[in-house]
């Protein structure tokens, strides 16, 4: 049964890089037909993706954020992580790692989620 | 950008109920269309898959449809761990999106 678990931290200030990291349990990052993913959720809202990260290094983002998010694996460590620069109150969220199946780069659907965790961006 | 939309955004309803949870896409997305579940201070769960395939555990009451535009989530009878919200969400293109999601709640 494969298992993710968010790490980092739960409060961020204004202006500053959000970090997480994702640790993948009961599988491993580098199977073939897999896309490791950042999906979060604004407090009582909807689910927003974020982007993907393949374990060869290929990525796809969500064009609203692009410009702000940085995503890299670690295959030794069966890890991913996020990163997100110039944080704003915005961006306060449950974030999510999640798995997607998928082929050529393209996602079929997000089977296995993390538990999440709440980031809040404030001075 | 490929928008969802579901509407309404909450449903009341009483167990053994039949419900039909409708989600509409902004372009044609084919049957690129997911369903999950999810309940207070949980993750979401990934139910139904490519507009109509049940996920392997998910109990026989749910069941999808639709292609195109137009889909639905249909639960036969409701049952009390079934009151949680749910999310459609296309995988036609990036970037993948959801619906705001419908709240299914106790009459």
């Known amino acids: 049964q494969v298992q993710l678990q968010e790490s980092g931290p739960g409060l961020v200030k204004p202006s500053q890089t959000l970090s997480l990291t994702c640790t993948v349990s009961?599988?491993?990052?580098?199977?073939?037909?897999?896309?490791w993913n950042w999906i979060r959720q604004h407090p009582g809202k909807g689910l927003e993706w974020i982007g993907y990260?393949?374990?060869?290094?290929?990525?796809y983002y969500n064009p609203s954020l692009r410009s702000r998010v940085t995503l890299s694996v670690d295959t030794s460590k069966n890890q991913f992580s996020l990163k997100m620069t110039s944080v704003t109150a915005a961006d306060t969220a449950v974030y999510y790692c999640?798995?997607?199946?998928?082929?050529?780069?393209?996602?079929?659907?997000?089977?296995?989620w993390g538990q999440g965790t709440l980031v809040t961006v404030s001075s | 950008d490929i928008q969802m939309t579901q509407s309404p955004s909450s449903l009341s309803a009483s167990v053994g109920d039949r419900v039909t949870i409708p989600c509409r896409a902004s372009?044609?997305?084919?049957?690129?269309l997911n369903w999950y579940q999810q309940k207070p201070g949980k993750a979401p769960k990934l139910l139904i898959s490519g507009a109509s395939s049940l996920q392997s555990g998910v109990p026989s009451r749910f069941s999808g449809s639709g292609s195109g535009t137009d889909f639905t989530l249909t639960i036969s009878s409701l049952q009390p761990e079934d009151f949680a919200t749910y999310y459609c969400?296309?995988?036609?293109?990036?970037?993948?999106?959801f619906g705001q999601g419908t709240k299914l709640e106790i009459k």
């Open positions: 372009q044609s997305i084919s049957s690129y």
């Open positions: 990260i393949h374990y060869s290094g290929r990525t």
């Open positions: 999640v798995r997607g199946e998928g082929f050529e780069d393209l996602l079929y659907y997000f089977d296995y």
């Open positions: 969400q296309q995988s036609y293109s990036i970037p993948y999106s």
């Open positions: 009961g599988g491993s990052i580098s199977s073939t037909g897999y896309y």
